[in-house]
């Protein structure tokens, strides 16, 4: 009887012999996605492997990047942010607005120079991102309710703003980032990577980057260490609107014009390449990279199936399919990260 007792709680062997795998499982299952993805595609269709296809790629999801960099931050904090669209959506019409010489478009017919409009834009995303950080650690509205709240205030903003129009004009500085090339490489592929890289700098090279990992992986514990949690999850959520932001208004030079609901699609976007490259939804888990891996396997994804011809409803399909699977994986590394009896024994 006792043999069998010890039998029935012992962990499967696989898993006792296995920590390091168990515990990186959230890593290497997006990275394995991805090189399946690009071998997929590669044999499917000869024009998917090609250094202009790769090209392509990187401009897709370059705004998706920039935003995902401001949420990679919340989700380590193990909060959400519901509103990135929407002030992405906000800013892009905030400076096609105070740009536009159209009284159609700007109705007070008051169009300001490039820099100021560009500013006013950004400095509107911060203060977006500044009332979601009020009613979150002020208020204690829950992060999902608040942001969710935003994400309507932001549409109203736009709607009130171009009424129904289009606005064409950007400043000529966002025109050349959102649209122009430096030689070869398109301006919009570099911003994104230096936003990354800006990321992945704060979060692995700094107090503040080693703050949002404290809170997002045990809060409590953080408060006793003396960290401010409300002022870090304050912070983290004006950044995620900055980058919103500036995606944003790169975004609607890249495509030419500014609309009320022109990143609308981009909120699913941006949390997917987090959670898909691996970042925990419970915090403290991931980083930038895991968002690169993220951002790759979508923009491959997506790609990769129109090279294919599937059917477009198809597609929406198959998007959710992976996104539910990352979501298991998610779910499933944060279970196994709990040290099992036996992991470290001799």
């Not at 909060?79 to 740009?99: C, P, Q, R, W, Y």
């Amino acid at each position: 009887m006792t043999g069998r007792a010890e039998n029935a709680v012992r962990p499967a062997p696989a898993l006792r012999r296995a920590p390091w795998l168990r515990n990186r499982l959230r890593n290497i299952a997006p990275f394995a996605t991805l090189l399946f993805l690009v071998m997929l595609f590669a044999i499917a269709s000869p024009s998917f492997a090609s250094l202009d296809n790769l090209a392509n790629i990187l401009q897709q999801i370059s705004v998706t990047g920039i935003m995902a960099v401001g949420l990679t931050f919340v989700i380590l904090c193990a909060e959400i942010d519901l509103s990135v669209a929407s002030i992405a959506n906000a800013a892009g019409v905030i400076l096609a607005f105070l740009t536009a010489q159209d009284a159609s478009v700007n109705i007070a017919n008051i169009p300001l120079p490039g820099g100021a409009a560009i500013a006013l834009a950004i400095a509107g995303s911060a203060l977006l991102g500044a009332v979601n950080a009020f009613g979150m650690t002020w208020i204690g509205i829950p992060s999902f309710i608040m942001t969710l709240a935003m994400l309507q205030i932001g549409a109203g903003i736009c709607a009130l703003l171009v009424r129904g129009q289009i606005a064409y004009a950007v400043p000529k500085l966002i025109a050349t980032l959102g649209n122009g090339s430096l030689g070869p490489v398109p301006w919009i592929i570099i911003v994104a990577a230096i936003t990354l890289l800006l990321g992945h700098i704060v979060l692995t090279y700094t107090r503040f980057g080693r703050y949002v990992y404290m809170v997002g992986g045990n809060r409590e514990a953080a408060e006793y260490s003396g960290v401010n949690v409300r002022a870090v999850i304050a912070t983290v959520m004006i950044i995620s609107a900055v980058c919103s932001g500036l995606a944003g208004m790169l975004g609607v030079a890249h495509f030419g014009s500014a609309q009320q609901d022109e990143f609308d699609s981009y909120l699913l976007d941006s949390i997917s390449a987090v959670v898909v490259g691996g970042t925990s939804l419970f915090g403290g888990q991931g980083g930038i990279g895991n968002t690169i891996i993220g951002l790759c396997v979508l923009g491959v994804l997506n790609n990769g199936l129109d090279h294919v011809n599937i059917d477009s409803f198809l597609k929406i399909l198959i998007r959710g399919l992976i996104l539910l699977a990352a979501l298991i994986v998610n779910v499933y590394a944060q279970r196994l990260k709990t040290p099992m009896p036996g992991d470290g024994a001799g």
